[in-house]
């Protein structure tokens, strides 16, 4: 996953690390790459439109899925939202998924500022626009002269249905009402920690069965800050600056919602007043901390393992690693082949669960 924080300034090329991971993650069995949408700022600067970014992947990669995390579909017509993501699908072959979000960040709205108040059930309704057109199915609206018209989208996407994710910041309604959509779920570890996200995700499951839906088939993917390394006070030193730093920018765009008359992610309320440099600088440290010990897979494979053997109890069915955090590209690069060990460990201890419960179950039939 892709969030980077800053617009890479005096780069000869500001998606280097971008087309870079994607080559390498394509060439090593990993299932997907997410691109974001952001706007008017720093924060995730470098991909206001994740079909734009997701459509460049598709040239130079064969394997992987081309996921947009997330689409902020109130800022868009659903109409051309299902163009553009058919035009992917069918560059690359059939590997589009999107995440549908609400937005949070009130100054987004500039495109549609009617639409902020109402987001949250904006996004449902655009859901189903696409999926009809979609399927090839017509959807009615008014042309020029007035007259109501039937709206079929071109060219035709390759895959019959769009696979679906919607995100969450983690209100535990979001997750019941995601689950009762029957649609996939991507979500973070802000605001809410395994414990808690665990029972969320039992609700998720819980609101999949009771609306007709597989309550297991539902994909619950969490998005974690990664980089991963042989040494863990190495990797401790090279990440703590980038990764305070992507957090006070992070910081900085709440305080701009919040002054601007909006809400925070998550849907929070808070003040748009500036925060005392030195509690500014304590709050950067603790959320470091936290991020380092159990919010995000830093360290080496053997300490991020634990981690995903916690994730995986809870319910967490993939892990969107976010890597672009600020530690240089080339660091980055090196570090994918831990971050691989790490993968191939997780699968191979599954791949072993799976082999003793094969063997207590055919000791029972004996």
């Given amino acids: 996953m892709f969030f980077s924080s800053t617009d890479q300034e005096g780069q000869p090329d500001k998606y280097h690390l971008v087309k870079s991971a994607a080559r390498y993650a394509d060439a090593h069995g990993f299932t997907c790459v997410w691109t974001p949408e952001r706007h008017f700022h720093e924060f995730g600067g470098l991909f206001p439109n994740p079909a734009i970014t997701s459509a ?27 163009e553009e993501w058919s035009v992917v699908d069918n560059l690359s072959g059939g590997r589009v998924a999107v995440s ?30 696409v999926q009809r057109l979609w399927r090839g199915e017509a959807i009615v609206r008014r042309n020029g002269s007035g007259r109501e018209i039937p709206i079929r989208i071109f060219p035709r ?64 993917s969490l998005m974690l800050h990664t980089f991963a390394g042989e040494d863990l006070g190495a ?42 440099p030195g509690d500014l600088e304590d709050l950067l440290d603790a959320a470091f901390e936290r991020y380092f010990e159990t919010g995000g897979l830093l360290g080496t494979p053997e300490k991020c393992i634990r981690l995903v053997g916690l994730l995986e109890e809870a319910g967490v069915d993939e892990i969107a690693c ?8 080339d660091s980055v690069m090196r570090s994918l082949k831990f971050v691989t060990q790490i993968r191939d460990m997780a699968m191979r201890r599954r791949v072993e669960r799976t082999r ?7 000791e029972v039939l004996r």
């Fill in 56 to 82: 460049a992947l598709a040239t130079i990669t064969g394997n992987l899925q081309l996921r947009a995390g997330s689409l902020i579909t109130p800022l868009h017509d659903p109409i051309r939202v299902a």
């Fill in 235 to 276: 990797v401790r030193d090279l990440v703590r600056k980038p990764l305070r730093e992507y957090l006070r920018s992070a910081v900085r765009l709440e305080k701009q919602s919040a002054a601007a008359g909006g809400s925070i992610s998550g849907g929070a309320e808070a003040s748009g007043e500036a925060v005392a």
């Fill in 322 to 329: 976010l890597i672009d955090f600020g530690v240089a590209g």
């Fill in 356 to 362: 003793v419960d094969v063997e207590a179950f055919n």
């Fill in 100 to 129: 549908f979000g609400c937005g949070w960040n009130v100054n987004d709205f500039a495109f549609f500022p009617d639409r902020y108040t109402t987001r949250q059930d904006i996004v449902y309704e655009h859901i189903d626009i």
């Fill in 157 to 220: 996407p390759v895959q019959k249905t769009l696979p679906l994710w919607i995100t969450t910041s983690g209100n535990a309604d979001s997750f019941v009402r995601i689950g009762a959509q029957g649609a996939n779920l991507l979500t973070h570890l802000l605001g809410q920690d395994i414990e808690a996200l665990a029972g969320k995700i039992a609700q998720y499951r819980e609101a999949r069965r009771a609306g007709g839906f597989d309550s297991r088939s539902g994909v619950v």
